[in-house]
């Protein structure tokens, strides 16, 4: 057989040694026929075709005498393994025991190619099937997700092909226009019912969703007669090209939203009590008002109720927001459509009388006044009746600002109340007293600047004792000045009554009270007195602030001295006491400032915890020249010695009224004959660094 045949045989004896072998065969496993001769056959197959052979080949062999197509590696001389598919016959020789075993042997080679690419093509093929499958499931759970999506979606999703008729309807959308699905399929919006514009309620024209994309409004009127607020949004579905090929429209019932909004607007520009316009809205109409003012008249009443805190204290605050209720009441109805009126604040009302002449404006004021005068609110067995004072202030093309004529009214009402109450006032610009209280408020405004640029100063006037004793402190009074814009120092006369008014006192007694404890600090062998106001007194977070400022500085309590007048302790006489007991327990003095000039003062004494009586200066001036200003002075003395307490003497300017008062008894002595008052950085220079500059 040539060695380039198609198939090799090779015979083998029962032990398996080969004893004859083709050409062709030698090629393939690269021997000569001589070196395989002798050659066990499973000694040429690779470790797996040996194990196939022993497991699979020769049992066939033993029963069947044949094994049929099998594949099986050997290995060549050059270690490269070949292919083989092999047909074995096995049969007895000579009718004896032995048995020889001939091995048909074909290339297996292109099987072998083939049976991979086959095997390859299968796997691909299961891949791809895998893919598909998955494909189909994600496909598919997209698509029941987007179901489950647009049925329990809260807004309604209606979608329309490119001749304008539905294909799909949601739950949402079906609820919302009352129609079912099998009733909106393949018919064009109209089916829906009919829209209206939100503002006019006019019947709007049925949308073109295929023809403009975006959003818009409507009004709808469902089946039960209600009307529904609908917001819709459009999106255009493409195809090829970008052709429009459909849409999608996302439809939002917002009726409560939108109700919810208008709420919101209407408290934003209502008091919540009252159901008139609040502050905020008053001013934003004002401003407009006289952002455009002409040659007409216009007029705002600033209205506040007298003696308002007397129904809350007896009644309760139900009885004085009843009260207010019914007050709103009165102005609203005595007033003209178009006029506003709100609710400021507290107990106070603002009217705009917008193209009103003075005359219309003046009878108008003077009608609620009496209204309001007639008015009785019974509660719980009791009658409340209450007043109110009116300040009217007019305007037209000459109104500066809204700040100015709220201003303006503001201070007429504030006359009107100092004159008795139950009136109205006109502000007059010609007027002294509106003068008067428009410099206040200038001064209110110039005390705010003051302190944010540090324009407050303090001046120390020295306090002896009459009667010296060795190793005591250097007392003295602390006194406010403040620094014009002209760099001029103004005494407190000056700007303290507008600071009380206009509630900026409470900054600057904190402010003095926060300097005057550092400044103590520094300087052991001194001790001060320092004025408290009646505003501050009554003020509950004072007590804490005092508190913390001794921490803050380490100064002992014992060397600071708090004056108060008469009428701020007696103003908020529970809190004035609860203030005093409470600095007094960790060394905190008192002096009871300006006594004398109270009607009731010498009661006081039994009540007020203070430890000095300082004699109002009006009496010792003129103790040589008016004998009963001595008489008083001689029994503020004796009371005070009575009541355990010490006495100072203001505006002490002569030896000679030094010595009367030493012969009556006075302890303590303060005026220009002991020391002026003098600014902290020059009393520095004079006492060589024993003061400093703050």
Known sequence: MAADAPFGLVMLSDAGVIQQAS???????????????????????????????????????????VAKEVLLEVVRADGQRFSIMVFAVRKPVGGGPGHVTTLSVFDATEIRRHERELRHAKQQAESAAQALRAANSQLSSQSEALRITLRSIADGVITIDREGLITSINPAAQCLFGIDESQAIDRSLECLGALRTPGSRR?????????????????????????????????????????????????????????????????????????????????????????????????????????????NDIGGHAAGDQLLVRIAGILKAGVRQGDTVA??????????????????????????????????LPWKGRNFSVTVSIGMYSFGMHATSEASVMAGADMACNLAKEQGRNRIQAFTD????????????TWAAEIRRALDEGRLRLHFQPIAALKPRPGSFQHGEMLLRIVDNEGKLLPPASFISAAERYNQIQSVDRWVIETAFRWLSEHPDHEASINLSGQSIGDAQLLPFVLRQFQVSGLSPHRVCFEITETAAIGDLPSALT????????????????????????SYLKTLPVDFVKIDGSFTKTLLTDPVNKGIVEAIVQIAKLCGLQTIAEWVETEEIKEVLVAIGVDHAQGWLIGKPMPLLLEAHASQGLLSDV
């Not at 040429?44 to 029963?63: C, F, G, N, W």
């Not at 106070?348 to 005068?373: K, N, W, Y």
């Not at 010609?430 to 408020?441: K, L, N, P, S, T």
């Not at 005093?580 to 003062?601: C, E, P, Q, T, W």
Request: hydrophobic share 40%; charged share 20%.
């Open 430 to 441: 010609g007027d002294v007293r509106m003068q008067a209280r428009r410099g206040e408020m």
């Open 579 to 602: 203030f005093m007991n409470a600095l007094r327990a960790v060394g905190v003095k008192f002096a009871l400032d300006d006594f004398g000039i109270g009607m009731s003062s010498f």
């Open 203 to 311: 019947l709007l024209k049925t949308p073109d969703p295929l023809s403009k994309a975006g959003q818009f409004e409507a009004l709808f009127l469902t089946q039960l007669g209600t009307e529904r607020h609908l917001s819709a949004s459009v999106a255009h579905l493409q195809g090829e090209a970008g052709c429009v090929v459909g849409a999608v429209i996302v439809i939002r019932d917002v009726t409560d939203e939108r109700a919810m909004l208008h709420k919101l607007a209407h408290e934003a520009s209502h008091d919540h009590l009252t159901g008139s316009n609040n502050r905020r809205e008053f001013e934003r109409r004002l401003s407009t008002l006289v952002g455009k003012a002409n040659s007409s008249c216009h007029h705002v009443f600033y209205v506040d109720v007298d003696q308002f805190k007397v129904v």
């Open 343 to 376: 609710r400021l604040g507290g107990d106070e009302f603002g009217l705009i009388l917008p193209h009103c002449s003075q005359d219309s404006a003046l009878r108008m004021a003077q009608h609620l006044r009496t209204q309001i005068a007639t008015l009785s």
């Open 23 to 65: 050409p062709s065969f030698s090629a393939w496993v690269q021997m000569s026929d001589a070196s395989l001769v002798g050659t066990h056959f499973e000694d040429l197959l690779s470790p797996a075709s040996q194990i196939v052979h022993a497991t699979h080949v020769m049992p066939l062999l033993e029963i069947t005498g």
